[in-house]
């Protein structure tokens, strides 16, 4: 049964326009969320996170939103650049001492276009 | 950048022999991962450590053994590689755990290393 999902297999946007990425989850344990953003032939690098004790993180360009309620988060970028182009995977924790254990999704191909 | 390496980089062996993937930390970190990434399946994790000689299972544990003998190296050792087992292998340390402290939390990956069982 996949904890975290990320509905949508690709994204396509055009440069300059905000990129919407989201994530579904279904353990109310999970407390802590990131994002991770992955180039070909390369290892995940962290983008951003929350805690579940907020509802927005904001960095530069990017912004993670988290709706408890609805067992959903978001990445937004904004303004989309073509570097931004890569898999970006959304990833929980949480759940006392299996805190280190990160579930993923099967991430989100984005593609911005010059 | 976290200084995280992965050996060797890429490797193609055959069915049947065995197979060890090495990573290396200059962090101090104490707890260290492997994870496999295939298509459609995002990363899963096969095991971690959450310090010198303590290791335990992840979701994908079967086929496959490791062993931390000292805090910077988590060696994954393949017994018997199988064609199944053909995939990118990555690694990654987080500071702690169980702290509460979600910044510390945070895991960083390795290169990543591609590793084909024909």
């Known amino acids: 049964d996949q904890q975290v999902k990320q509905n949508s297999p690709s994204l396509s946007v055009q440069e300059g326009r905000i990129s919407i990425l989201n994530c579904d989850y279904t353990?109310?344990?999970?407390?802590?969320f990131l994002w991770y953003k992955k180039y070909p032939a390369e290892g995940p690098t962290f983008l951003i996170s929350i805690s579940s004790i907020k509802d927005k993180n904001e960095d530069g360009r990017f912004t993670v939103f988290l709706n408890k309620s609805a067992k959903h988060l978001s990445l937004h970028i904004v303004p989309s650049q073509p570097g931004d182009s890569a898999v970006y995977f959304c990833?929980?924790?949480?759940?006392?001492?299996?805190?280190?254990?990160?579930?993923f999704g099967k991430g989100t191909l984005l593609t911005v276009n010059p | 950048d976290a200084g995280i390496t992965q050996s060797p980089r890429h490797k193609v062996t055959e069915t049947g022999t065995p197979v060890t993937l090495r990573c290396h930390q200059t962090e101090n970190h104490r707890y260290m991962y492997w994870y496999r990434q295939d298509p459609g399946h995002g990363l899963r994790l096969i095991h971690y450590s959450y310090g010198v000689k303590d290791t335990d299972k992840g979701e994908v544990s079967d086929g496959y053994s490791v062993s931390r003998s000292k805090t910077e190296d988590f060696l994954l050792t393949l017994e018997s590689a199988t064609s199944s087992q053909t995939s990118v292998y990555f690694c990654?340390?987080?500071?702690?755990?169980?702290?509460?402290?979600?910044?510390?939390?945070?895991?960083?990956f390795g290169p990543g290393t591609r590793l084909t069982v024909l």
């Open positions: 353990n109310s344990m999970f407390d802590y």
């Open positions: 990654a340390i987080s500071e702690s755990g169980t702290s509460g402290v979600p910044s510390t939390d945070t895991q960083y």
């Open positions: 990833a929980a924790t949480g759940g006392g001492g299996s805190n280190y254990k990160l579930t």
